[in-house]
């Protein structure tokens, strides 16, 4: 049985609003790049990131800032290097709260005129 437009949607405002950021913080292209070499490598320090995908160590520094305040990287202290690694368990956090948003969406009569 689908639900009407008027009923109430019960959505998790909090889990919704930190899956938003991290998508904000996944749709930069060069972010998408540091990730990618970070799950290649499990956990990098950051000299390594900028040296071999040849950026500068300001912008890098700044994306994996970014990275990090989401929570979708995560800091280890490795003697002198800060070791940066994907918290795999945060984002899938933030995939499953999209795809309950999206399943309850869809189960929603006369929403096609929003």
């Known amino acids: 049985m689908r639900k009407n437009a008027n009923d109430r949607i019960l959505i998790d405002d909090e ?5 938003a950021e991290i998508l904000r913080a996944l749709a930069h292209p060069l972010r998408m790049r540091i990730l990618a070499f970070i799950d290649r490598h499990g956990s990098i320090n950051v000299n390594k990131i900028y040296n071999t995908l040849q950026l500068e160590q300001s912008i890098t520094s700044q994306h994996l800032r970014i990275l990090r305040v989401t929570g979708i990287v ?7 290097y800060v070791m940066y690694k994907i918290a795999y368990d945060k984002v899938g956090e ?10 309850d969406f869809e189960d929603f009569e006369g929403l096609e005129d929003l």
């Open 94 to 103: 933030s995939i499953a709260a999209i795809r309950r948003f999206i399943e």
């Open 15 to 19: 889990k919704l609003e930190v899956s």
């Open 74 to 80: 995560e800091t280890e202290r490795e003697g002198k």
